[in-house]
């Protein structure tokens, strides 16, 4: 893919457009880019403030059941420069105010990280301004530092459950993180969408089955939950057991009873996170606990945390709708943190589909 035309065009034209000259923000100001898998996200935060959290939905992979990663790229390439653009004018800053550049740098779509990546360098090389590379997962977790009004105090407990991913971390400062249990196979986010595949319903199927599972009965079937050692999760014999159940039934079952399937799968799943959770609780001792990443904008695991926060006496905290998805916000407010320990990375940066754990 050949980036540096585009881009170095598109970011002349953006600086002539501006006016260089600095104003009295406080540092840091910096730019977000947010592009690990098919949605274009940019934000702008201020001295610790979301300035602007401009997001590009990409509708392109409805139709393909699953985001397909080359169609994924192209569509940022087409969505970067305005997002950009949207971002900086919301915010109601000038290019020439911006501190440093920040960009998801892993895991993610390699061909989507290295647009949201060129982009980022070409802003921080023109400007000569500082770069910064963030570990998407990290930043899902401090999404729930967003909002300082309601946020966790160290150390707490994350429960990160995204499309691609599923971990436990103990949290005890914004930059030192570790995992303490992930799941073997797939993500919660694919035990939802890919049992949504099995019930007919289109991709993203998981907001749909929230949606259907709000009329349903959660006990109504049952499906296979693992017996996984330690803090691990499994969802692939859930998934299967889906499957194989509904082979079973006659035409038409589906539809007579998507509202109690989708119930029943949405309670399975919660079912086995919130094991794990109780049990990461009971190991740590830490009683702060928070969800992010997609699945957490499930109203089922929402109201679910709140239960065992009565019930056990957690303090528990859940990112609004807007930070629980993929969003840029999530990845200025890592970037900030970074930015004041000094952790920057050169023009060489490579992005990365997976990527080791950035502990601090
Ligand atoms: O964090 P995210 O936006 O992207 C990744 O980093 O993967 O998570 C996307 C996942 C998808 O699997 C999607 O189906 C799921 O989050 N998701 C939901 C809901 N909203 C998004 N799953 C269940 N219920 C929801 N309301
Ligand atoms: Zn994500």
Not at 103 to 117: C, E, K, M
Not at 275 to 286: C, D, F, N, S, W
Request: glycine share 8%; hydrophobic share 40%; charged share 15%.
């Amino acid at each position: 893919m050949n980036l540096i035309p585009i881009l170095s065009f598109t970011l002349l034209s953006m600086i002539a457009s501006e006016q260089l000259e600095n104003s009295n923000n406080k540092l840091p100001t910096i730019l977000a880019i947010e592009s690990s898998c098919d949605d274009t996200g940019v934000s702008i935060i201020s001295n610790g403030k979301i300035l602007s959290n401009v997001i590009a939905n990409q509708t392109v992979h409805e139709t393909y059941g699953g985001v397909v990663p080359e169609l994924a790229s192209r569509a940022h390439i087409e969505n970067i420069v305005p997002t950009v653009r949207a971002a900086i004018t919301k915010a109601q800053i000038s290019l020439s105010d911006i501190d440093a550049f920040a960009f998801t740098q892993s895991p993610g779509l390699i061909g989507s990280l290295l647009v949201g990546a060129q982009f980022a360098k070409s802003l921080a090389l023109s400007l000569e301004k500082p770069l910064i590379g963030v570990h998407h997962m990290q930043a899902h977790v401090l999404a729930n530092l967003i909002d300082e009004t309601n946020c966790p105090s160290f150390p707490f407990l994350c429960l990160t459950v995204s499309g691609g991913h599923t971990q436990i971390v103990k949290v005890t400062s914004p930059l030192k993180m570790e995992v303490l249990g992930e799941t073997i196979d797939d993500a919660a986010g694919e035990a939802f969408d890919k049992s949504a595949k099995l019930l007919g319903l289109p991709y993203p199927g998981g907001p749909l089955i929230d949606k259907y599972a709000k009329d349903g009965n959660p006990t109504a079937f049952k499906f296979a939950e693992p017996q996984i050692p330690e803090l691990n999760f499994s969802f692939s014999g859930m998934k299967t057991s889906v499957l194989y159940f509904l082979q079973k039934q006659e035409a038409g079952f589906i539809q007579e009873n998507l509202v109690d399937l989708c119930a029943s799968i949405q309670y399975t799943i919660i079912q086995i996170l919130t094991k794990k959770l109780k049990k990461a609780v009971q190991q740590t001792g830490i009683r702060q606990v928070c969800i992010a990443g997609g699945v957490s904008a499930n109203s089922g695991l929402r109201q679910a945390l709140k239960d065992l926060g009565t019930k056990h006496g957690w303090k528990t905290y859940i990112p609004s709708f807007e930070y629980c998805t993929d969003n840029a916000a999530m990845i200025a407010l890592t970037a900030h943190y970074k930015y004041l320990a000094g952790q920057f990375v050169g023009l060489d940066a490579v992005p990365s589909a997976r990527a080791e754990w950035d502990n601090g």
